[in-house]
């Protein structure tokens, strides 16, 4: 049954490695502080720390990955188009990562800073999943 759904399945096992791998790379920079508290990042560190925008960049997709990935999964049980639902999770999955990218790259306190058109792409597929889940539900 969840055969026709592979090319979602697999963007949804591409957004889950992805925030695993925040959760890795915030975790290294974090401890290569010379004053490290486990499980705490100092309140002093703003975007010019890369252990402040890791933190962030994780704990940013741990706020939005739940948006995403239930109404995604409820799609496939609901038996929404395969191909919408793929498109809607490769764009969000590939957003996410570009916005992860740019979250380390670029220190910077401006906004809208380029990440955050990302983080809107990815916004809008979540929009885009919670509306193919309410049609396939009453259709």
């Known amino acids: 049954m969840f055969t026709v759904y592979t090319y979602s399945i697999a963007g949804l096992l591409l957004i889950s490695f992805t925030v ?6 915030a975790a290294i920079a974090h401890r290569k502080q010379s004053r490290y508290i486990p499980g705490k990042v100092s309140e002093e560190l703003s975007h010019d720390s890369f252990v402040f925008r890791s933190h962030r960049t994780f704990h940013n997709s741990l706020e939005n990955i739940h948006q ?7 799609c496939i049980f609901l038996g929404a188009s395969t191909s919408i639902l793929a498109a809607l999770v490769w764009i969000y999955a590939l957003s996410r ?3 992860m990218g740019l979250y380390y ?3 910077t306190e401006k906004n809208p800073s380029p ?3 990302f983080y809107m792409i990815g916004t809008l597929c979540t ?7 309410v049609f396939n ?3």
Do not use: E, M
């Open 115 to 117: 990440r955050s058109y």
């Open 105 to 107: 790259a670029i220190a």
């Open 137 to 139: 539900l009453f259709s």
């Open 127 to 133: 929009f885009g999943v919670f509306g193919l889940a």
């Open 20 to 25: 695993f791998v925040q959760n890795i790379v």
């Open 97 to 99: 990562i570009i916005h």
């Open 68 to 74: 995403f990935t239930l109404p995604a999964l409820l």
